[in-house]
């Protein structure tokens, strides 16, 4: 009896050490300049997986900036994300 508990122990350990993770991202950046106006966009992803799950992070920023009376007005907005699946 106490054979078999090792063995279910060891059998388990061994499952659990066999997780591996692969990591994958990618980002865009778009650039825009009109004379008095500028926009830049940018957008990345990492996706992580495991044997168990994947994890997606995205984040979204856009930019928008114009001259006005001598002045630099600027606009940002930021947008996250993230998903998870099993």
Known sequence: MK???LVSFITAATM???VSTQTDSSSTTVNRD???K???D???STTTSTPYRST???TKTA???KRKHGKVVSK???EDSSATTR
């Open 3 to 5: 054979t078999l508990i």
């Open 16 to 18: 659990f050490a066999q």
């Open 34 to 36: 009109h004379g008095k």
């Open 38 to 40: 500028s926009a830049t």
């Open 42 to 44: 940018s957008a990345s």
């Open 56 to 58: 997606t992070n995205s």
């Open 63 to 65: 930019t928008r900036s």
């Open 76 to 78: 940002s907005s930021t």
